[in-house]
Each structure stands twice: as structure tokens, then as C-alpha cells.
């Protein structure tokens, strides 16, 4: 079965640059969309088409695409992005969609 | 904004069927392209069951398709799930989702637990 792959965990410190790297054989046929989700709360959408901005979402996330990887960064980081975030998209027939294994950011 | 609220039995009997809904208000059922299930599993990542479109197509994920039906009543303004045969495994914490474009709705989520 299809399957997205991120990086298990990453730390930067406040006001530094994080990039979360997911990668798919499908992604270049399928967009891909990053969901934040912070401690007990339902995720929330802060990329679609792997480079589009949710109104509402700080400029500071921007998305982008280069062959089989997708990556979500995040200029700037501040204190209230440390979250799990999580990759989704489509296998290449867009028959189903899976979620990256999510990657846990840590502001230190 | 449409706003999303799963209920169901918090707890379910290994082999039996687990049965959820999802209540949509706030806004038209119709304004939605999508409907989908999401599940997390204690300490684990998201999990994708499944999801029904607008024009009835449903879409399953393979390692469970054999056990799950999602349905939408928009007479009902509710989306359903079923999951048959349960196992321990089947514990989590489960959402319902749904979005056009840009925009993504999703429940506060509801847990589960079989035993």
C-alpha cells in the first residue's frame, strides 16, 4: 500500500527556519496537504495543493514541491507552532488517501 | 461556518460493529465536496478510514476497506461509520472531516474504546 514519509521529529529554536520534508511516489501526480495538530485538539489545515495558504494561517507557513517531496516551512518559527504536523495526500490512481507517520516539532 | 460533532457508544465489544455519527450544523450540508473519517490510535498518528463524495463515490482505505461503510444523510444533515468486527486495535480516538477547496472542517473527534 501507498505510503508518505516524514521525519519521526525535529527542534529549532524560536525565530529559526523549520522545514518538514514528507515524500511519495504519488506526489508528483498528487497534491499534498499539511495539517497541524497540537495536544489534544482535532488537526487543522494550514496547506492545501501543496502550496496554497488556509485564509486564517500565518504567512509565515509556506509550502512547496519538487518531485517526490513535499515540504512545509515554517519562517520565523514561534513558540505556538510546536505541534505534530502531518502530510496527506493520494495514491497515484487517487483511489485512497493516507497521512504521513507526522512529525513532531519541538521549539526549544 | 459548518461545525462538526461525532457521538457514539465510548465503548464497543470485540466482534461487534462499531457504530458512529456525525452531526453537521452552522451552515449547508451541500456546501461540502467531501465527508471523511479519520481515526488516531492512543499515541499514534492519523489514520485515514475513508471518505464519500458529493457525487456518492466512496473512497475506502485498503487495510479496512473490507469492514467499513460511510454513508451521508443530508436530509439527516449526519454522517455515518460503521466498522465491523472490532478488535482491540480498533481503539482510538475517531474524527469526521469534510471540506471544499480551501476550506477543512473537522470534529472534536470522539473516543472509542473496544473491550
Known amino acids: 500500500s501507498y505510503e508518505l514519509t516524514q521525519p519521526p521529529s525535529m527542534s529549532v529554536s524560536p525565530g529559526q527556519t523549520a522545514r518538514i520534508t514528507c515524500s511519495g511516489d504519488a506526489l508528483p501526480k498528487r497534491y499534498a496537504f499539511w495539517y497541524q495538530q497540537k495536544a489534544g485538539q482535532a488537526p487543522l489545515l494550514v496547506m492545501y495543493n501543496d502550496s496554497e495558504r488556509p485564509s486564517g494561517i500565518p504567512e509565515r507557513f509556506s509550502g512547496s514541491s519538487s518531485g517526490t517531496e513535499v515540504t512545509l516551512t515554517i519562517s520565523g518559527v514561534q513558540a505556538e507552532d510546536e505541534a505534530d504536523y502531518y502530510c496527506?495526500?493520494?495514491?497515484?490512481?487517487?483511489?485512497?488517501?493516507?497521512f504521513g507517520g507526522g512529525t513532531k516539532l519541538t521549539v526549544l | 461556518q459548518v461545525q462538526l460533532q461525532e457521538s457514539g457508544p465510548g465503548l464497543v465489544k470485540p466482534s461487534e460493529t462499531l457504530s458512529l455519527t456525525c452531526a453537521v450544523s452552522?451552515?449547508?450540508?451541500?456546501?461540502?465536496?467531501?465527508w471523511s473519517w479519520v481515526r488516531q490510535s492512543p499515541g499514534k498518528g492519523l489514520e485515514w478510514i475513508g471518505e464519500?463524495?458529493?457525487?456518492?463515490?466512496?473512497n475506502y482505505n485498503p487495510s479496512l476497506k473490507s469492514r467499513v461503510t460511510i454513508s451521508v444523510d443530508k436530509s439527516e444533515k449526519e454522517l455515518s461509520l460503521k466498522l465491523k468486527s472490532v478488535t482491540a486495535a480498533d481503539t482510538a480516538v475517531y474524527y469526521c472531516a469534510t471540506g471544499s477547496g480551501s476550506v477543512v472542517v473537522w470534529g472534536p473527534g470522539t473516543t472509542v474504546t473496544v473491550s
Open positions: 452552522g451552515g449547508s450540508i451541500s456546501s461540502s465536496t467531501w
Open positions: 464519500f463524495y458529493d457525487s456518492g463515490r466512496t
Open positions: 496527506q495526500s493520494a495514491d497515484s490512481s487517487g483511489t485512497y488517501s493516507v
